[in-house]
């Protein structure tokens, strides 16, 4: 039987130890940016205070975990030159960082021999998975979760080869 999906929070308040996160895709059209990321199209503008009714349910998430002592990493491999999302994310990403997750970025060239899951995917404490799928488009699909051993080494062998090669958040330069 297939595990129930739990939140983010669920996810996030469930982490003891670690809760790594991968993102594979060079554009997302989740219906909770879309105004965000149309502003910033216009106006080149970018919501970076952490206390913003955007911002705030994920930046309180965050710097709770991180206050118990999880470690909350975020890698990104990213297509270059970026796409107008990627630019748009990196610019955002200030907000991440300030709610205690480290966020490093891996030009997709660099991961070519690194054996990567299909999926976008959150690892919590090394031994539970949540698959993060999309749609064609980028809209948010309904995820799955799994506690697979096999599954969650390789997502962990992954993200630790991902991890090993990126470029801290501070020193990737946007192409």
Same mark, same amino acid.
């Given at each position: 039987?297939p ?8 996810l ?20 909770g ?5 149309? *502003? ?12 913003? !009714? ?26 270059? !030159? ?25 030009? *997709? ?67």
């Open positions: 039987m595990l129930s999906v739990p939140s983010f929070a669920e996030l308040d469930g982490a003891g130890e670690s809760a790594l996160h991968l993102e594979m895709r060079d554009a997302y059209e989740v219906t940016e879309a105004e965000a990321l149309i *502003r910033w199209r216009q106006t080149g503008e970018v919501d970076t205070d952490p206390g913003s !009714p955007y911002w705030r349910p994920w930046v309180d998430l965050v710097r709770r975990t991180v206050a118990r002592g999880v470690v909350v990493r975020r890698a990104r491999i990213v297509s270059e !030159p970026v796409s107008d999302y990627i630019r748009y994310e990196h610019a955002g990403t200030v907000v991440n960082l300030a709610a205690g997750e480290q966020v490093r970025w891996l030009p *997709r060239r660099q991961a070519s021999d690194i054996a990567l899951p299909g999926n976008d995917f959150w690892l919590i404490d090394g031994r539970l998975i949540r698959w993060n799928h999309f749609t064609g488009d980028g809209a948010s699909a309904p995820g799955e979760t799994s506690r697979d051993p096999a599954i969650t080494r390789l997502c962990a062998e992954a993200f630790n080869s991902v991890w090993a090669r990126a470029v801290p958040h501070d020193e990737y330069k946007i192409r």
